[in-house]
């Protein structure tokens, strides 16, 4: 199943930058949509005439209360995620983040195309990370470190995601350069380092990891204040 190793140099690269090129909106699309409940229309009931509450103003994601009189989330943002697609305004409830199978909502996603490794994306307006199928064909302690590299861009600070209405992750184009660079390092860091489960990595699946992370190292940074250059 494994493609052979000049296929994959190919893709070695792009795979943890993915998450900065792909359209917030299509985060949206690995989600269950739940019967929205219709909302009252102007003039129905004894809301009357000049009711506020109709269909054009129904906030999102919201059924009208007779009792309480006021608008109630048709989803529970204790047990769920976000509700409403950030450009088509459809409403579209999530699993939270713990309960999900991330892998699986990144492969709907889109993000773990041929080749991709591991990603960083916004899910609920924050930052979560995933091996792709891909990432896991690889040896437990390689996939330890491509698991490293993900949770460097999650704790980097200077790319966010925001709230369920924005979940397009913000950073300058320099920020995300320098993340991958320190993310590269952790990889680079976490491949050096000594352990049981890394010398049972079979030699030639060690060295085509680490050439294809020195690469992605090389691009990404600074020549001058890389340490492994
Ligand atoms: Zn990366």
Redesign the pocket.
Known sequence: MRQSQNNRRFYWLPL??VIWTIPASAQWTTVWTPDSAPAPSSGEGHLGQGSHKSNTNRPPCTEWDEYEREWKKIYDPENQGCCVHPITGDELVTEHAENADLTEVAENLGYCRDGVAGV?FCYNGSKVSTLCPYGQSFHPAIQQCIQE??NT?VDDQNTTCTNCDTKKSKGSAEDKID??CT?YEKTLRCLLTPSVMLSDVPEEELEFVWNETMRGAEYFCNKDNFPFL
């Open positions: 943890l930058c960083t590299h993900e861009h993340g991958e993310a």
